[in-house]
């Protein structure tokens, strides 16, 4: 078998240099990037304009920043799992996530000691149409599998359920270096009201009649934030 490579001692500052320079090179080209988006993207006063923009454009389409409130109609909310609303009602969101993640101790023998593993055991997502409004007018927002992990959610709900693993099942965790701590369950939401600031294509549906924000075609950025870019 091929032989490790081991850096020498006195090398370890330049290597831990390197990967520095290497995430600051990343993390500038990223910003260059979207430096570039916002150079290019077209801005307006407020979502009416760009409405104006859209349906009257000969191509029908834009690149463009967008701002407004999450909305869309009460009949089409989603109503969260556990979190209540101030109403004492299920939360109505137009985006969930739910997240549940096993929790156990394993037993590192290289180290001597239990170390806590986490494990995603299951992840139910969902989305219904919205719009980003404003006094204005309003752009619907068409997101698809794709583009659901660029929403931004709100973690609104977080709770551990310890295990109630019986006492001999225990025994032979232990003895099998492995023994359960419980489960954890997520639930995250983009909830109406929410103002967002998207950069991308927004185009002119001619059947519906709608302005739609969209990931642009030609591999632009595309953005969806909580607060304002700048």
Known sequence: SASPIIMPVWLLPFGLVSAGLGCYQFGYRSNIR?????????????????????????????????????FAPAKDLIACTHSLGTDGRPLAVVAYEKVMERIYDEYSRSLGKWVQHVARTSRESRIVPFFL????????????ADTFDMIPLTEVYN?????????????????????????????????????????????WDKATQQAVFTRPEDGRPFVLEASPLS
């Open 34 to 70: 979207w430096g570039e988006a916002l150079r290019t993207a077209e801005q307006f006063n407020n979502c009416g304009d760009i409405v104006k923009r859209v349906r009257g454009s000969s191509s029908n389409s834009v690149y463009a920043v967008l701002q407004g409130e999450v």
């Open 159 to 203: 709770k551990m359920e310890p295990s109630n693993t019986p006492a001999l099942a225990k025994i032979l965790d232990t003895i099998n270096s492995k023994r359960d701590v419980g489960f954890r369950t997520h639930e995250s939401v983009l909830e109406v009201g929410r103002s967002l600031t998207g950069i991308g294509r927004v185009y």
């Open 133 to 144: 409004k404003d006094k204005y007018g309003s752009v619907k927002v068409q997101l698809d």
